[in-house]
């Protein structure tokens, strides 16, 4: 297992590369795929990073495939067929050893989904790696929150939690007996948050229509977000929201 200090940040186009100080362990088959203080977070996308881990601090046997793949940014790559005890991931790492990213030609990508468990530090994370960049306030508040869908009133509240995140509009999470429940439809949504956990959703029947999928909850958030456990709270980007009297403009992002 190694470890580095560095702290500097490479560029390529719209990816960036910046080390993590977390130990990153990745499981398969109950059995260690690879144990790095070392590994890089890459942002391949904007909205969040994966891992990339030094080849020597990978533990698992890796197999070429005939499976290769191109990036404009980060080159050709390389995919393998990762092996550990009994277990197989066919095409489940890659890499890219002529990368014009210097510091991923000696790293493996493992895909997220082929594996069975990843761990920063002691602690298991689900979905990607947290971005570094992004933070998750949550704090009681007293202002006078007023959800109408279709000009209906469908949530009406004095103690919300308002749940700020990193490049997300504020979120307003109001206690279930501060919610017209019976105008929900529980649907068979689910989505996952490293930040916050699973979340189940509603459809909204209001005004002679049903709009699915807008409300939300966290059953069981992860601890970050505990403040939120139960309460609901619904997308500022497709329903009218008042805050003190006043209504909020419909936010436009990746939500809308």
């Excluded at 790492?93 to 895909?111: G, I, K, M």
């Excluded at 490049?167 to 429940?181: A, H, I, N």
């Excluded at 002679?208 to 500022?236: K, L, M, Q």
């Amino acid at each position: 297992m190694t470890q580095t200090t560095t702290s500097n940040t490479a560029r390529r186009g719209s990816v960036r590369v910046q080390p993590s100080p977390k130990r990153v362990r990745i499981y398969l088959g109950g059995k260690l795929v690879a144990d790095s203080t070392a590994a890089l977070l890459v942002w391949e996308a904007p909205y969040y990073p994966t891992y990339y881990l030094p080849v020597a601090d990978v533990r698992a046997e890796l197999e070429p495939t005939d499976t290769t793949t191109r990036s404009s940014s980060r080159g050709e790559a390389v995919h393998y067929t990762v092996r550990v005890g009994e277990a197989e991931a066919v095409d489940g790492a890659l890499r890219y050893p002529d990368s014009p990213l210097d510091e991923l030609r000696d790293t493996v990508r493992f895909d997220w989904n082929a594996m069975d468990a990843w761990f920063e530090e002691d602690e298991e994370i689900f979905v990607h790696p947290r971005d570094p960049h992004t933070r998750v306030d949550v704090l009681p508040s007293s202002r006078h929150v007023r959800v109408l869908v279709n000009g209906e009133v469908v949530a009406d509240s004095h103690r919300p939690w308002l749940l700020f995140e990193t490049g997300l509009p504020t979120r307003y999470y109001l206690p279930k007996v501060d919610v017209r429940m019976d105008l929900l439809e529980p649907t068979d949504t689910v989505t996952h948050c490293p930040y916050k956990g699973d979340a189940q959703y509603w459809a909204v029947r209001a005004g002679g229509e049903t709009v699915p999928d807008i409300a939300w909850s966290y059953r069981h958030p992860v601890p970050e977000s505990i403040r939120v456990a139960g309460a609901v709270s619904f997308y500022n980007e497709r329903v009218d929201i008042e805050v003190d009297g006043l209504p909020l403009d419909r936010p436009q992002t990746k939500f809308s």
